[in-house]
């Protein structure tokens, strides 16, 4: 694997997951493969679960880690060519790339979305620049528009908590063999394809039963300041693939009007404005804010639509998951609690934001396994 950017990049999903799985039995059996290997972590914004769990991820396959804070230390750093450097920016990316790139062998580059041009944050500028001039292997930890390790480590967490793990192709004989109180999902024959959006004309009553595959609802919850897209985008992307992949999963999109996500991750998900009747029967909830994406209206891409003091009824509560199936809640973390996410959701024994954060560990040592594999 030479680039981590989008779900395809890591293939089929079931190998995926049970390589997930085999890395979770013993993470320290591959330490020969990083043995003499650098790996570069690149911030340009905050973090804490992706510094630590990607840094983890590599030693635990054997590799020597270097973390760079552009903004805490390194020189400021000029974005784009033909730029007159007369500012407080002492070094061009052009160079700065080929340079860092010499001092190791992966590169892992966090840079969020700037907000001041959609055109610039959807074609990627920054990550481009990366992969284009490093010469190296390039893992996505945040872009202006993905954030793959966190979805991946997010698909891990949804199958590991799925009672009957989200069985394999084939599977589905075995499946039937099984009491229906055992059963928590179930998928397609081979060759047939899972309708994505199925969900939003028959949705299903209380419990689980055998023949149905699990609800996932994507939430979008208020926030004081304009976050990026990547988050959603990313997730939306990896439970459609999921879930064309014969996964059995059933993904549904909740969010005021004027959130639409961008076609490129999102299309072909069932989006329900109303967020009650999105989360009945629900077995995942997966809660983030994201600003305007810009698709229904692209002179607000990047904006907080609403004062969120008049958004407070979408903060996930009590109210919202009684109507789930019994949910699970999620989020990526960093979270505002009473924001986002009321404290007794958060800290019920139903929230899965710990192990989630944990198998960020994983999906790294998956995706930094096969970029050395392939060197
Ligand atoms: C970032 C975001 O929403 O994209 C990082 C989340 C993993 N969150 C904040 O900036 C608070
Ligand atoms: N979820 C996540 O990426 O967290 P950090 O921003 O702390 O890395």
């Not at 928590?184 to 081979?190: D, G, K």
């Not at 999105?278 to 305007?292: H, L, M, P, Q, T």
Request: with cysteine; aromatic share 8%; hydrophobic share 40%.
């Amino acid at each position: 694997m030479k680039v981590f950017q989008h779900v395809t990049d890591l293939g089929d999903l079931n190998v995926a997951l049970a390589e997930a799985q085999e890395v979770k039995r013993d993470r320290y059996q591959w330490q020969h493969l990083g043995r003499n290997k650098t790996a570069l972590l690149i911030f340009f914004n905050n973090s804490l679960r992706t510094r630590l769990s990607t840094q983890k991820a590599a030693m635990n396959l054997g590799m020597n880690v270097i973390v760079l804070d552009v903004n805490q230390g390194a020189w400021k750093l000029e974005t784009e060519r033909g730029v007159v450097m007369d500012g407080d920016k002492s070094e061009h990316l052009l160079e700065a790339i080929p340079v860092m790139a010499s001092y190791c062998d992966l590169i892992g580059v966090r840079s969020f979305a700037r907000f001041e041009s959609r055109e610039d944050d959807y074609e990627e500028k920054i990550l481009n620049q990366f992969i284009r001039y490093s010469g190296r292997p390039v893992f996505f930890m945040e872009s202006a528009t993905v954030h793959p390790l966190q979805a991946f480590a997010d698909l891990i967490t949804i199958e590991e908590q799925t009672p009957s793990p989200l069985p394999l192709k084939g599977e589905r004989g075995h499946l039937q063999d099984q009491v229906p109180s055992q059963i928590h999902s179930t998928l397609p024959l081979e060759g047939e394809s899972l309708r994505v959006g199925e969900l939003c004309s028959g949705m299903r009553g209380g419990g689980l039963c055998p023949g149905r595959p699990i609800k996932v609802v994507l939430s979008w919850a208020p926030h004081p300041k304009a976050l990026p897209q990547a988050v959603p985008n990313s997730f939306a992307e990896w439970m459609l693939a999921a879930s064309q992949q014969g996964l059995g999963i059933d993904f549904v999109i909740t969010h005021p009007e004027g959130y639409e996500l961008d076609p490129q991750f999102a299309a072909g998900a069932c989006v329900e404005y109303d967020q009650m009747k999105a989360f009945e029967g629900a077995d995942f909830v997966y809660a983030k804010n994201w600003s305007c994406p810009g698709v229904t209206r692209p002179e607000d891409y990047g904006k907080v639509l609403h004062d969120y003091h008049t958004m407070m009824d979408w903060c996930v509560s009590a109210r919202q998951m009684a109507v789930t199936n019994d949910a699970h809640f999620m989020h990526c973390l960093p979270v505002r609690r009473n924001m986002i996410v009321t404290d007794d959701v958060i800290e019920s024994p139903r929230s899965l934001v710990i192990p989630e954060a944990a198998n960020r560990e994983i999906s790294a040592q998956v995706v930094l396994k096969r970029m050395l594999e392939a060197l």
